[in-house]
C-alpha cells in the first residue's frame, strides 16, 4: 500500500478538452466546463449576465455600439421587423423614420462608414442615418431593385456581397461603391460612370456562395460558405486586386468573423479557425471540435455568430446546440457560446439566454440610490467605478422564452460577477451556475499504474472569493473501475473558503474524478488554482 501528496497548480493552463480520451489528457486538463473561464492559471467564473434593459416591447436580431464624438455610447437594436431603436443612458428611442418591412429571421450586417450607419438583410434595401438625421431611411443612390447579403466596409468604399440585381443572382459578386467622404453616403454605384470608381467584379473561380466579409489591416476578406478570397486596394486602373487565400472553408452565417490582435477568428462550417491573411490554423481540432460540431443544430446554423469581449480577450462562438450541458435547452436563438481565451490559448463554454447578436459599447450604468432596486450583493461595480462608467462591455440581445424562464427581451451586459465594473443587476434569468468536472485520473504522471486501486483520502483546495456574503463552494468526488464508464460520486461536500481547508473523502477506484459547483442562486466569483490531494493506492484489482 502507498501512500503519497499530489499537489497540482496552475489549474487554468489547459482548459477544457472535450475531444480526447479523458485518461490521455494532462492532469490538469478538464473534461466538462460551463459557465467558467480560465485565465491567469486558475479557473475562475464565467462573465455573467446583467440586465441592462428589459422589455424592449420588440424581437432584437441586431445590435451595434456607435461611439460618437464624447459622451456614452449609442446601441443600435434592430428588430426582424425592421424596427430600429437606439439605447443610451436607460433612455429607448425610435429611430425607425421611413424604414418598412417584413419579419425575417436573415441576420442584419451592421456597418459604420464616415459616420454613416448602415443596416442591411439580404431582403431588404441596405438603410442609412447620417450624423445629421435622427432616424433611418431607405439608401439613397442605390438601385431599388438590388439586395445584398452583406455590406461592409473597406477603407474608403463600401461593399455589398452576394448581390441580386432585379431577378438575376450574383451570389459571387463584390459591387462597389464610389470612394465616399466625411459625413455622407456614396455618391453612385453606377460601373458605367466613368467619372467615379465605383465597379463590380465576379469571383467566378468561387464554388459557393459569398456569406461576409471582413476588413483585416489593410485589406479585406471576403467569406464564402467553404472558401475566402483576400481582396486588396493596388489603385490605378484596377483599383483592387483579389486573390485566393484557402478553399477548404468559410463560415457558417454572417457575423461570424472578428478581428483580434491583427488575426480574424472565424466560424466555420466544420472547424473554428485563425488566420493572419496568409496562415490558417485550426484552435479547436482535437480540444473541442467534435463536442462544439456534433451539439450545433446545423437546421437553424443562420443563427450563429461571433463577437469579441474586448475586456477578457475572449471570443464567444455563438449557437443554437442540443449538448448534454446546455442549461437553457430548444431555444429559438443561441443558446451556447463556445468561448475562446486567445491569451491563455484556452476553451471554456457558456449558457446564453435565447441572444441574437452581440457588440461592444459603455453604457451608462452609474446607480443611485434612488435608481438601485437589488443589494450590493446583486450589482455591479464599485465606487470608484461609478466615476469612471466609459469602460467598454460586451452586451448581447436576447429574445423572451416562456419555457426556459425568460420573461421578456432584453439588451444584456456581460460583465465579471464580483470584480466587475457595470453596476446594474444579476439578471438571474439568464445567468447559470457554473459547473467544472474531470473524470479519468490515472496518475500515470507520477508513474501509478493503471490496475492500482486508488483512494482519494482528502484534498485541500487553493481555492478563494471575493465575495463577503457567500464563501461556500461544493465537491463532488467519484471513481470508476473501467476508462469509458461515468464515475460514480459520492454526496455533495460544502467547502468554505472562508473557514475550511480541506476536505475529507473515500473515493476510490482505478480512475478518479472530480467536480465543483455553485448553489443555482448564488452568483459570486471565485478563484481555483489548484489543490494537494492525499492518495492511497492499494494494489492491483
Known amino acids: 500500500m502507498a501512500k503519497f501528496t499530489l499537489p497540482v497548480r496552475r489549474l487554468g493552463d489547459v482548459g477544457v478538452i472535450t475531444d480526447t480520451d479523458p485518461y490521455n489528457l494532462p492532469i490538469t486538463g478538464f473534461t466538462a466546463a460551463n459557465n467558467v473561464r480560465f485565465d491567469e492559471g486558475k479557473v475562475t467564473r464565467s462573465a455573467i449576465f446583467r440586465t441592462v434593459s428589459d422589455n424592449l416591447g420588440f424581437t432584437p436580431r441586431g445590435c451595434f455600439g456607435v461611439v460618437p464624438s464624447n459622451g456614452f455610447d449609442k446601441v443600435l437594436l434592430v428588430g426582424d421587423d425592421l424596427t430600429i431603436k437606439e439605447y443610451i443612458s436607460g433612455t429607448i428611442t425610435d429611430v425607425t423614420g421611413t424604414v418598412t418591412g417584413s419579419t425575417n429571421d436573415n441576420p442584419f450586417t451592421i456597418s459604420t462608414l464616415a459616420d454613416v450607419l448602415y443596416i442591411n438583410r439580404k431582403d431588404h434595401v441596405p438603410v442609412y442615418r447620417t450624423p445629421q438625421a435622427t432616424a433611418f431611411a431607405d439608401l439613397i443612390n442605390w438601385d431599388s ?71 483585416l489591416g489593410t485589406k479585406f476578406i471576403i467569406y464564402s460558405q467553404s472558401e475566402a478570397v483576400m481582396m486588396e486596394f493596388v489603385g490605378g486602373a484596377f483599383l483592387f486586386n483579389f486573390r485566393r487565400l484557402f478553399s477548404d472553408e468559410g463560415l457558417i452565417n454572417a457575423n461570424c468573423a472578428v478581428e483580434a490582435e491583427g488575426k480574424h477568428y472565424c466560424f466555420g462550417n466544420q472547424d473554428i479557425y485563425v488566420h493572419d491573411g496568409n496562415t490558417k490554423q485550426s484552435i479547436c481540432d482535437e480540444r473541442t471540435k467534435k463536442f462544439i460540431f456534433s451539439g450545433l443544430n446545423n437546421f437553424n446554423a443562420d443563427r450563429c455568430f461571433v463577437v469579441h469581449n474586448k475586456a477578457l480577450n475572449e471570443i464567444y462562438f455563438c449557437y443554437q446546440s442540443g449538448d448534454a450541458l446546455v442549461s437553457m435547452p430548444t431555444t429559438d436563438r443561441c443558446n451556447r457560446a463556445a468561448v475562446y481565451n486567445y491569451r491563455s490559448n484556452c476553451w471554456s463554454f457558456m449558457d446564453l439566454p435565447n441572444v441574437s447578436a452581440g457588440a461592444n459599447a459603455n ?54 460577477a464580483d470584480n ?121 484489482i
Open 145 to 215: 431593385t438590388w439586395r445584398c447579403a452583406s455590406l461592409r466596409p473597406y477603407q474608403d468604399f463600401l461593399l455589398a456581397l452576394n448581390m441580386t440585381e432585379g431577378t438575376s443572382n450574383y451570389p459571387n459578386r463584390v459591387r462597389f461603391s464610389d470612394l465616399v467622404s466625411a459625413n455622407t453616403v456614396p455618391g453612385t454605384w453606377d460601373e458605367a460612370d466613368t467619372t467615379a470608381s465605383a465597379g463590380f467584379n465576379d469571383l467566378v473561380e468561387m464554388q459557393t456562395a459569398i456569406v461576409d466579409g471582413l476588413q
Open 363 to 416: 453604457v451608462n450604468s452609474i446607480a443611485t440610490y434612488a435608481t438601485a432596486t437589488e443589494t450590493y450583493r446583486t450589482i455591479g461595480g464599485s465606487f470608484y467605478d461609478q466615476s469612471d462608467s466609459y469602460n467598454r462591455h460586451c452586451l448581447m440581445v436576447g429574445e423572451t422564452d416562456t419555457a426556459n424562464n425568460l420573461t421578456s427581451d432584453k439588451l444584456y451586459g456581460l460583465d465579471l
Open 420 to 540: 466587475g465594473s457595470l453596476a446594474f443587476d444579476v439578471d438571474t434569468e439568464a445567468t447559470k451556475p457554473p459547473f467544472l468536472e474531470r473524470i479519468g485520473l490515472d496518475l500515470d504522471e507520477i508513474q501509478q499504474p493503471i490496475d492500482g486501486y486508488k483512494v482519494i483520502t482528502r484534498l485541500l483546495p487553493q481555492l478563494s472569493t471575493n465575495n463577503t456574503d457567500d464563501y461556500t463552494v461544493y465537491f463532488e468526488f467519484g471513481a470508476s473501475d473501467i476508462p469509458n464508464n461515468r464515475p460514480n460520486y459520492s454526496t455533495s461536500a460544502t467547502f468554505n473558503t472562508n473557514t475550511d481547508y480541506k476536505l475529507d473523502s473515500r473515493a476510490a477506484g482505478r480512475y478518479l474524478s472530480y467536480k465543483i459547483t455553485l448553489a443555482a442562486d448564488d452568483y459570486k466569483d471565485f478563484a481555483f488554482s489548484g489543490f494537494d490531494v492525499d492518495v492511497t493506492t492499494t494494489g492491483g
